[in-house]
């Protein structure tokens, strides 16, 4: 069975620095990985995802990730933090069958 | 525009009075599925849905139920709340062509007392 670690609950930035929010996973054959944002009394959005090709992926608001087979990670980042990228964040897996496995997810706070 | 709607958004019931929660997507999606979200525990799906009549549990089945009779719609019962069902609750819809990523509804806040 395919599974999700988000190791933070929270992750604090300064707005300008650079974000990074941690996502390990395990999943049988070729991993789909997935990112998706909730903003504050709103539903998921996605962000960007891994199905095969160049590792480094880029998504949408200036969000990046990097997949990493030999760690099996799937880190999202972005260069410079926005006050508006305060959020709660998810890494998912997809098996063949189209199911998703979520993270607990992590809160990114971003200061002022 | 393309959406997934959720039907009510809010709702407060008591323990035992059977409750259905609308799910409604536009987009001829063949998947769909329905969420829980707990604080700390993230989502966790409660059933999935290949394509019509074509349903089966996720990781947390116990209490509701489902159908698929038209490809657009996917409800959600619960035939007897409990207070341990208090949750937010999502609705998702997906193709298999292409891209795979899910569509998310609005959510719908249920408490039970």
């Known amino acids: 069975a395919q599974s999700v670690a988000q190791p933070e609950d929270q992750v604090n930035v300064a707005e300008g620095n650079p974000l990074t929010v941690k996502c390990t996973y395990s999943?049988?054959?070729?991993?789909?990985l997935f990112w998706y944002v909730q903003y504050p009394n709103r539903g998921l959005q996605f962000l960007l995802k891994?199905?095969?090709?160049?590792?480094l992926v880029k998504g949408s608001y200036g969000f990046e990730a990097e997949f990493n087979k030999s760690q099996t990670s799937f880190h999202l980042k972005k260069p410079s933090a926005l006050v508006s990228d305060s959020a709660l964040y998810f890494c998912?897996?997809?098996?063949?069958?189209?199911?998703?496995?979520f993270g607990a997810g992590t809160q990114v706070v971003v200061t002022p | 525009e393309a959406q997934v709607t959720q039907n009510p958004r809010y709702l407060i019931t008591v323990t035992g009075k059977k409750l259905t929660v609308t799910c409604s997507q536009n987009?001829?999606?063949?998947?769909m599925s329905w969420y829980r979200q707990d604080p700390g525990l993230g989502l966790r799906q409660i059933y999935y849905?290949?394509?019509?009549?074509?349903?089966d549990k996720g990781d947390v089945p116990e209490g509701y139920k489902v159908s698929r009779k038209e490809k657009r719609n996917f409800p959600l019962i619960l035939e007897s709340p409990s207070p341990n069902q208090t949750s937010l609750y999502f609705c998702?819809?997906?193709?298999?062509?292409?891209?795979?990523?899910?569509?998310f509804g609005p959510g719908t806040r249920l408490t039970v007392t």
């Open positions: 987009m001829n999606h063949e998947y």
């Open positions: 849905s290949m394509n019509v009549e074509v349903t």
């Open positions: 998912a897996v997809r098996d063949s069958w189209g199911k998703l496995q």
């Open positions: 891994y199905i095969t090709g160049d590792n």
């Open positions: 999943v049988s054959g070729n991993p789909y």
């Open positions: 998702a819809s997906s193709s298999y062509q292409g891209s795979y990523e899910q569509y």
